[in-house]
RNA sequence: GUGGAUAUGGCCUAGUUGGUUAGGGCGCCAGAUUGUGGCUCUGGAGGUCGAGAGUUCGAAUCUCUCUAUCCACCCCA
């Protein structure tokens, strides 16, 4: 049986690696523009920075991490015995912890300095079933912003993402922008007691699902699509009249900033992350098209002001998002957005026979030094076919090189697209490519 | 982790109640006179019908097991 691809991986492909790096880079180009800068980190952390970070009781954490070992390690833990904890690794599930975890052991969001901005794109690992929109291993571009609570920073942040969208080719008019804010410290464990004790009131007539979310994870029983439940939580305390004065300003600057920049957003009480850094501000954009699948989250973040903390002790604010790049890309497959950015030859070699294949291989090599994309037959192929080979690859010209041409030290240049051409010398041949 | 579906040459697929050399399309290769592409025409190569076992005179087709994939739940981007 000849060897998969694993579970739940997709192979990059060279058409698909074209429009995964187009968006990468479009990201990093509209983010730029808003002082962020690239970084890369680890593809593996200490377990204990995402158990900390993402929270013990999530989904996230709790079944979906790939853990990464050694050889020796696995043996170790195989024969029943014990490795430290620094050699505990997992594959990262998301890019904020280990971000973060990057910022505070190289300083770069000193205590009272410029707030620390930065982007990653990447792959991300979780042990789920995958299904349409959801991978194994999948690829998030995000951004992260430590040092800065004030909520310019959030609607900058969720302008900019627009914007993403925008540039990337998503149509506005079939996504939509939910925010929250789900409190701080201060007001939401209240809150969260609150809902816990309406769900274990009205337990008896809630799914399984949603008594147990009631000791792990209350609010998550807002997302529950069963309609008992669902009508159920309707009535449920709602974090709007829950949150702290604080936060409560916070969360009507962020929206005020919004509308001043005419973002239209979709406020939703019931929005709640599944990751347990989130504080204040909370937000996700869906699409609605056609052929999506059930996955219609393409992005999503929020304020995580507490974080920091939790990874290195020191306090810090910080927000930031990720995009799911493989959603976004059937986002826009299903939106009819064309992607798939084309292969470029400059020119093709085509040699008339065996005698001047060596001229060919010379002459192909001195274009590429001169920096052109050029290709040549290594089949033996027949002129006619080469001449296939050259339609197929999309050159703009070809180069016929025959013994009449070798002779003079030229070739016949051909230009595709209008069927001329004309003897070029050896030495024009770049220029007159490139012309 | 749970549930449903699917598995036929590089890709998409036909295959009726099990019955001769598994059919088609795309793609690929080669030709259509002398050194030239995209269209058309002609020809050609390429398949142990996911793997293994079973039923049968005979299995792509029926049964079982396994594997993989897809879709959905859950959860998240």
Redesign the pocket.
């Known amino acids: 049986?000849a060897i998969?691809?694993?579970?739940?991986?997709?192979d990059l492909l060279p058409v698909d690696e074209r429009f995964y790096r187009h968006f990468v880079d479009t990201a990093a180009r509209v983010f730029g523009r808003y002082g962020y800068e690239p970084i890369e980190t680890p593809l593996f952390e200490q377990t204990e920075l995402f158990v900390r970070g993402i929270g013990e009781s999530?989904?996230?954490v709790g079944k979906?991490m790939f853990t990464a070992i050694s050889g020796n390690n696995l043996k170790t833990l195989l024969d029943g015995g014990k490795i430290r904890s620094k050699s505990r690794l997992s594959l990262r599930p998301?890019g904020t912890a280990g971000v973060v975890r990057a910022i505070a052991q190289h300083g770069l969001a000193p205590q009272g300095g410029a707030p620390a901005k930065l982007m990653y794109a990447g792959p991300m690992f979780?042990a789920?079933?995958?299904?349409?929109?959801?991978?194994r291993e999948?690829h998030?571009v995000g951004v992260e912003c430590i040092g800065a609570d004030a909520p310019s920073i959030d609607a900058e942040g969720i302008i900019m993402l627009m914007r993403f969208y925008e540039e990337i080719g998503l149509p506005r008019e079939n996504m939509r922008l939910l925010i929250n804010s789900m409190g701080d410290e201060a007001c939401r464990p209240a809150y969260r007691e609150s809902v816990r004790s309406y769900i274990m009131e009205h337990a008896s007539d809630m799914c399984e699902?949603c008594q147990r979310?009631a000791d792990i994870?209350p609010l998550?029983a807002f997302?529950?699509?069963?309609e008992g439940c669902s009508a159920i939580m309707a009535n449920a305390p709602k974090i709007p009249d829950a949150l702290c004065d604080s936060c409560k300003s916070h969360y009507e600057q962020v929206k005020a900033y919004l509308d001043a920049a005419g973002i239209e957003y979709i406020e939703d009480p019931t929005l709640?992350?599944?990751?347990d850094y989130y504080t204040r501000t909370v937000f996700?954009?869906q699409v609605d098209i056609e052929g999506m699948?059930?996955?219609?989250?393409?992005?999503?973040?929020g304020r995580y002001d507490g974080l920091m903390k939790e990874v290195s002790g020191k306090e810090a604010p910080g927000f930031g998002?990720?995009?799911?790049?493989?959603?976004c890309k059937i986002a826009l497959e299903a939106a009819g957005v064309e992607v798939a950015s084309q292969k470029q030859t400059d020119l093709f070699i085509a040699c008339?026979d065996d005698s001047t294949r060596a001229a060919g291989f010379m002459l192909a090599q001195q274009c590429r030094d001169a920096g052109l994309a050029v290709e040549i037959d290594h089949?033996n192929?027949?002129?006619?076919?080469q001449?296939?080979?050259?339609?197929?690859l999309g050159a703009a010209k070809?180069a016929?090189?025959?013994?009449?041409?070798a002779a003079n030290r030229q070739v016949?240049l051909?230009?595709?697209?209008t069927?001329e051409?004309q003897p070029v010398a050896f030495d024009e041949l770049v220029s007159a490519v490139r012309a």
Do not use: W
Not at 293 to 301: E, F, K, M, N, T
């Open positions: 049986m998969q691809k694993p579970e739940g991986t997709e999530t989904d996230v979906e998301e979780r789920e079933r995958p299904q349409k929109g959801r991978l999948f998030q699902d979310r994870n998550r997302d529950c699509k069963e709640v992350r599944g990751l996700e954009i699948g059930s996955q219609s989250a393409i992005g999503g973040g998002f990720a995009i799911g790049y493989e959603r008339v089949q192929r027949s002129l006619k076919s001449f296939k080979l050259a339609d197929k070809v016929v090189l025959g013994p009449d041409e016949s051909r230009d595709m697209a069927h051409q």
